[in-house]
Nanobody, 119 residues
Framework: QVQLVESGGGLVQPGGSLSLSCAAS????????MGWYRQAPGKERELVAT???????NYVDSVKGRFTISRDNAKNTVYLQMNSLKPEDTAVYYC?????????????WGQGTQVTVSS
C-alpha cells in the first residue's frame, strides 16, 4: 500500500510565504508523477502543480511565477514553495502520486493540509 504524508500549511498574511512537503512510502514505481492539487470551499479540486520523476513540471496559470514545485526522488518527496500568497490561494492542498502502467494507472492522495491566506 502507498501512503502520502503531508506537512506544512497554516495561516499566512497576503504576500507571505509557506512551504508544503509530502513524503510517499510503500510500493512506489520509480517512474511517476507527484503533484499538488487544491480545493477551496464550494469549488472543485484543481491542479496546482505537477512534477514527473524525470523533472518535467506543469503549473496552473494562476500560480506561475509565485509557486515552485520540486522533488527528491531518493526520498519520494515532493515540495511546494508558495510565495506572494493571495487570499484566493486559500484552500485545502492535497498531495498526489500518479503511477502509470501498461494496462492501468494508480493514483493516491494525501490527507490534505489547510492553507489560509488572510490579514
Amino acid at each position: 500500500q502507498v501512503q502520502l504524508v503531508e506537512s506544512g500549511g497554516g495561516l499566512v498574511q497576503p504576500g507571505g510565504s509557506l512551504s508544503l512537503s509530502c513524503a510517499a512510502s510503500g510500493r512506489i514505481f520509480s517512474i511517476n508523477t507527484m503533484g499538488w492539487y487544491r480545493q477551496a470551499p464550494g469549488k472543485e479540486r484543481e491542479l496546482v502543480a505537477t512534477i514527473t520523476s524525470g523533472g518535467r513540471i506543469n503549473y496552473v496559470d494562476s500560480v506561475k511565477g509565485r509557486f515552485t514545485i520540486s522533488r527528491d526522488n531518493a526520498k519520494n518527496t515532493v515540495y511546494l514553495q508558495m510565495n506572494s500568497l493571495k487570499p484566493e490561494d486559500t484552500a485545502v492542498y492535497y498531495c498526489n502520486l500518479l503511477m502509470r502502467f501498461l494496462s492501468h494507472e494508480n493514483t493516491y492522495w494525501g490527507q490534505g493540509t489547510q492553507v489560509t491566506v488572510s490579514s
